[in-house]
């Protein structure tokens, strides 16, 4: 029997679909395995533990020419069953064009008679990673697990450590990681210069190398901390930073999380990669609502409230007050608790 799992289009929705990934695994044991996403998340996708297969989605086409070449690709994979996590009625057409027999997802969205087994959605709002596993439960499928688990291959993390060393990062320096954009929109993203001063107090307190990624259209956030590590008068200058925001690829981000000590971001991608490789992870959450999307798992979740959030704007129409009275102070505090052993020989050092 071969079993094709089609995924989410995002990355930290792919993360959070870990657990759905797992219980059918576990379920198909005998069965071939294969993940089916779009072409820039393959690596992560040949990552998840028992995966036979990986099938690039090609999103980097348009329309009609899209869906034909998923329709070809999956037609010739001869896959006996497809369980569909997103929820649109174009992965529903591709899997019964490609002749899949069986195919498993939520009802809904002018799609059902496209499916052989339609669950009903979850009418409440509960987190991500419970919506996709109630599609497991409506399947008479038992999960194994409710938190996203990844381990990241030696070769990421050998890539990783490649990269750090081309950048000067010693090999015994605690990395900190820092993601501080976010690709929903500006409203999600914490101020560049409390980024810096956190980065420049941790370097400082407990001698890490805070390693700032992200992807192209970060760029601008990573040199907002960088200009405010330079300003005259900060007292910043010293900080151990290294950005390497539209500098790394995929497999390269995945070994690079692996290796921090602890990692800041808001709500993003890169955030649920992070939690998912068992790094702590401080979270500012603003425009958007951690009860849908928090990391899974024993992770610091920051958010000041006010009576406008969540408004899941990608721009604030206001003065963005959910995420700019989030302090700096209580950013740093967070991360130092996950962090505590470091400060704390770092403090007896200096002592």
């Not at 009418?123 to 599609?135: F, K, P």
């Not at 929903?184 to 409390?194: D, H, I, L, S, T």
Request: with cysteine; charged share 20%.
């Amino acid at each position: 029997m071969r079993v094709l799992v089609r995924t989410p289009n995002w990355l930290g929705d792919i993360v959070m679909a870990l657990p759905v990934f797992a219980a059918l695994r576990a379920h198909f044991a005998e069965a071939e395995f294969a993940l089916a996403g779009p072409r820039a998340f393959s690596p992560l996708l040949a990552a998840v533990a028992g995966v036979d297969q990986v099938v690039s989605m090609r999103r980097d086409l348009r329309g009609g020419r899209a869906r034909r070449a998923d329709v070809a690709q999956l037609r010739e994979g001869r896959f006996d069953l497809a369980v569909l996590l997103p929820n649109s009625f174009g992965a529903a057409w591709v899997a019964r064009r490609a002749g899949i027999p069986e195919r498993w997802g939520f009802a809904g969205r002018w799609r059902g008679r496209l499916l052989t087994r339609a669950v009903a959605r979850p009418t409440s709002r509960i987190h991500q990673v419970d919506e996709y596993l109630a599609l497991v439960r409506g399947l008479d499928i038992d999960p194994v697990g409710s938190e996203p688990q990844l381990q990241s291959p030696p070769e990421m993390l050998a890539s990783a450590r490649r990269l750090l060393d081309a950048t000067g990062v010693a090999a015994d320096r605690p990395l900190v990681g820092m993601a501080p954009g976010a690709a929903y929109g500006y409203a999600k993203r914490w101020r560049p210069e409390r980024y810096a001063g956190v980065a420049a107090r941790l370097a400082e307190q407990s001698g890490a190398v805070v390693v700032l990624v992200g992807s192209g259209h970060d760029r601008d956030a990573g040199y907002a901390i960088e200009s405010s590590l330079a300003s005259p008068g900060t007292s910043r200058g010293g900080a151990s930073v290294v950005n390497l925001i539209g500098r790394t690829d995929l497999a390269q981000l995945i070994g690079l999380l692996a290796s921090c000590q602890a990692f800041v971001s808001s709500d993003s991608g890169p955030m649920h990669l992070a939690a998912a490789l068992r790094v702590p992870v401080t979270a500012v959450f603003g425009p958007t609502d951690e009860g849908l999307t928090a990391p899974v798992g024993h992770h610091e979740v920051l958010t000041h409230d006010v009576w406008c959030r969540p408004c899941f704007f990608r721009d604030c129409p206001i003065d963005h007050r959910c995420m700019t009275r989030i302090s700096e102070d209580r950013v740093f505090e967070a991360v130092a608790r996950q962090m505590s052993p470091s400060l704390t020989s770092s403090q007896d050092a200096d002592a």
